[in-house]
């Protein structure tokens, strides 16, 4: 699979795009994509595969024409399964202002391994103004409180510079009654 951002391959205008789980065979797609950018912190490529494998079900990747042009991953709690950690998105650079971040989060809340799930969760720096908006986007189209807190300060961090992250909270929110009264 080519690197979703390649010149050489543009994504027809009227060719669709496919939410799905992903596979061990989209990681290194995924690892690809997760680098293209300084927004997300670079995890390792069997960090991927694992994501691919161990959590699949509650992960979600989009396919265009054969490419991965995005992804989000995340996972239940295991302390907390009514909590949903999201832990990384990434939209392709042709990809963005589609409001594709947004159905991604919109189809994994809704996967069966979600089921109960009556909490957003996730880490972010101040300075991730596009994943801070996305998750007060989602609080707002759930009619859910957001939240931020301090949570892990630089000094925890191994490499210099890297800034403090913040935790934010959607919730809590019930997906069946926005399903009763057609909000989607």
Known sequence: MRHPTEKQHRPRA????VLRNPTVADAAA????????????????YCYLLL??????????????????GFQTTYRLPC???????WQVRVAQSMRRRGLAASMLDGVIRLPACAGV?????????????????????ARKLKAPYAE????????????????????????????HLQEEGVD
């Open 14 to 17: 009227n060719s669709a795009v």
């Open 118 to 138: 009556t909490y957003l969760t996730g880490t972010t720096t101040r300075s991730n103004l596009g994943m801070r908006a996305l998750a007060r986007r989602f």
């Open 80 to 86: 907390a399964p009514h909590r949903l950690f999201l």
């Open 30 to 45: 995924i690892w690809r994509l997760a680098g293209d950018g300084e927004e997300l912190d670079l995890n390792s490529p």
């Open 52 to 69: 691919c494998q161990h959590f699949a079900d509650t992960c979600l990747v989009a396919e265009r024409d054969g490419d991965i042009v």
């Open 149 to 176: 807190e301090p949570c892990f300060p630089e000094h925890l961090f191994p490499n210099e510079g890297h800034e403090a992250e913040h935790l934010f909270q959607v919730g809590p929110f019930d997906l069946r």
